[in-house]
């Protein structure tokens, strides 16, 4: 019996020697949730503010090449997701207080690689264009001498859109489409936008 005292002893000790550092080196490392308090996400950069000049509300004429036709309506373009988003939304009026077109746009900034992305959908009365509502195109921004250009990639065709003249009031788009990867270009449409009274 005292032999096996001593042995519980012997392990009691050692217990304790053992668990004694671990409890005070937990003591002094942080708990998760103390650790969680400092993490937050990265600061907006200057490539978050690409977009800063066309945020507002804007009203647009719209000239259609095939067909030839002027068409008018709002854009209005908004910061989301702490500035790591940017929402558009193109509304073209048929003049008679409806709506004809609606297209949505959503860009988001990846601070890894610098790049602005885009999907963007449509929705359209069935007359316009002959557009399926509802489908998706996804894209990618460059940001060229001043001027900002969308492009939408689908095999060789290709949709560019060149955001141009940019002024604290007004701006111009230029959209052209080329069916062959890129080599030449032909115009759809040119869009001339003044900001909106608010």
Same mark, same amino acid.
């Given at each position: ?14 217990? #304790?020697? +053992? +668990? ?5 080196? /937990?003591?002094?490392?942080? %708990?998760? *949730? ?13 490539? =978050? ?11 647009? %004429?719209?000239?259609?090449? *095939? ?6 309506? =709002?854009?209005? @373009? *908004?910061?989301?997701? /702490?500035? @790591?988003? #940017?929402? /558009?939304? $193109? ?14 746009? $959503?860009?988001? $900034?990846?601070? /890894? ?7 963007? =959908?449509? $929705? ?5 264009m002959g557009l399926k509502d509802g489908e998706w195109d996804a894209g990618t921004t460059r940001f060229e001498n001043g001027d900002i250009i969308d492009e939408i990639p689908k095999g060789a065709e290709i949709s560019r859109y060149r955001f141009h003249n940019i002024k604290r009031d007004s701006f111009s788009v230029i959209g052209e489409k080329s069916k062959d990867g890129g080599?030449?270009? +032909?115009?759809?449409?040119? #869009? ?7």
């Amino acid at each position: 019996m005292p032999r096996m005292m001593r042995h519980l002893a012997v392990l009691l000790v050692l217990g #304790i020697a +053992v +668990v004694t550092p671990l409890l005070a080196q /937990d003591q002094t490392q942080p %708990s998760l *949730s103390e650790k969680m308090r400092t993490w937050t996400l990265r600061p907006l950069t200057e490539e =978050t503010h690409a977009w800063d000049p066309l945020l507002g509300k804007w009203n647009f %004429s719209q000239q259609l090449h *095939s067909p030839e036709i002027t068409l008018k309506g =709002t854009w209005t @373009f *908004s910061r989301m997701g /702490d500035g @790591f988003m #940017i929402f /558009d939304e $193109y509304r073209t009026d048929n003049g008679a207080g409806g709506t004809m077109f609606l297209g949505e746009t $959503y860009r988001t $900034y990846n601070p /890894d690689d610098k790049t602005w992305a885009f999907e963007a =959908t449509q $929705y359209a009365t069935p007359h316009f264009m002959g557009l399926k509502d509802g489908e998706w195109d996804a894209g990618t921004t460059r940001f060229e001498n001043g001027d900002i250009i969308d492009e939408i990639p689908k095999g060789a065709e290709i949709s560019r859109y060149r955001f141009h003249n940019i002024k604290r009031d007004s701006f111009s788009v230029i959209g052209e489409k080329s069916k062959d990867g890129g080599k030449t270009w +032909v115009g759809t449409m040119d #869009i001339g936008c003044v900001r909106a009274q608010e």
